[in-house]
Nanobody, 119 residues
Framework: QVQLVESGGGLVQAGGSLRLSCTAS????????TGWFRQAPGKDRVLVAS????????YYPDFVKGRLTIFRDNANNTVSLQMNSLKPEDTAVYYC????????????WGQGTQVTVSS
């Protein structure tokens, strides 16, 4: 059974930084993509960053480019999300997820970690 555990959320002032981490356990994946998503109250869950298993160029949507960096530590089965220049609109529950290729959807999800950015 796959388990993803997020950590690193919390309360931070606008302009501050946080680093989230996602550690996987349970079994070894083959070819896969790890993504970080967020869901704000009353809004849909959206992808904010993703990276593939081989460490190729990560993906970021335009609304976070330049502020978020995703990186992986394969030795420790961890994918982290460094978030800088945080804004109040970044407030959300952040989830990590894994999509094991050739699946079209992210199948495995963590429980989420709350990030709150105060103005």
């Amino acid at each position: 059974q796959v388990q993803l555990v997020e950590s690193g959320g919390g309360l931070v002032q606008a302009g501050g930084s946080l680093r989230l981490s996602c550690t996987a356990s349970g079994r070894t994946f083959g070819s896969y993509i790890t993504g970080w998503f967020r869901q704000a109250p009353g809004k849909d869950r959206v992808l904010v960053a993703s990276i593939n298993w081989s460490g190729g160029p990560p993906y970021y949507p335009d609304f976070v480019k330049g502020r978020l960096t995703i990186f992986r530590d394969n030795a420790n089965n961890t994918v982290s999300l460094q978030m800088n220049s945080l804004k109040p609109e970044d407030t959300a529950v952040y989830y990590c997820a894994v999509r094991e290729l050739p699946a079209l959807q992210f199948e495995y999800w963590g429980q989420g970690t709350q990030v709150t950015v105060s103005s």
